[in-house]
């Protein structure tokens, strides 16, 4: 169970993985009705949603057809819950490896290809390059190999989009072509993805 001592770490702690159907997580949404996160979905393990419920940071929306029982009550599960108290975006986003692989969409910033990435400085740090978000990107084995130690230049390749740090606004956008596996019909009302609509 998380900490709710400090709240602004319940309200933004999300489960990372895609979660299996059988243990019912409920999605989060700000105050202003939208997903906290989108890649990762913001969601909760059932307890903590149930927790924050009786603790009355946060409504229920909508719920599964599954009750939990205690001693004294019966409720259902919720499968939607929106926070009574808005939660302001962070003004920056964290350099990490997944950020990166975020910004880039999962995608070797030198071929396209996705899947087994790593990531590239693209000024080499031995010709004075440093790791930050404007030289960094991600990049697929091969085309690591190939560029080496050398400069874009040198190399012969080309990136796909000059690299620069993401706003918070940017990776929200971005984390939207990105559902997981697992959506319940319950929470489609709140989610925006990015895909056509049907007539």
């Known amino acids: 169970m998380l900490d709710h001592g400090d709240r602004s770490d319940f309200r933004t702690q999300f489960v990372r993985d895609p979660v299996p159907a059988r243990h019912f997580?409920?999605?989060?949404?700000?105050?202003?009705f939208r997903p906290l996160s989108y890649y990762p979905l913001s969601l909760w393990p059932w307890q903590e949603a149930i927790k924050a419920v009786c603790l009355e940071r946060v409504?229920?929306?909508?719920?599964y057809d599954e009750v939990v029982r205690s001693q004294r009550a019966e409720i259902r599960i919720p499968s939607v819950v929106v926070l009574k108290e808005f939660?302001?975006?962070k003004k920056r986003v964290a350099f990490t490896r997944?950020?990166?692989?975020?910004?880039?969409?999962?995608?070797?910033?030198?071929?396209?290809?996705?899947g087994e990435l790593t990531f590239d400085h693209v000024v080499p740090r031995s010709k004075g390059g440093i790791t930050s978000w404007e030289n960094v990107v991600a990049a697929c084995a091969p085309c690591n190999l190939k560029k080496a130690n050398k400069s874009l230049k040198a190399s012969g390749m080309q990136l796909h989009k000059a690299p620069c740090a993401p706003t918070p606004a940017e990776m929200l956008a971005i984390g939207r072509h990105f559902p997981p596996g697992h959506l319940h019909e319950s929470w489609v009302d709140f989610l925006y993805w990015d895909a056509e609509l049907m007539p």
């Open 25 to 32: 997580p409920a999605l989060v949404l700000n105050a202003d």
């Open 87 to 89: 939660v302001r975006p």
């Open 59 to 63: 409504t229920i929306l909508a719920e």
């Open 98 to 114: 997944f950020n990166l692989f975020l910004r880039d969409e999962f995608r070797c910033q030198y071929c396209g290809s996705r």
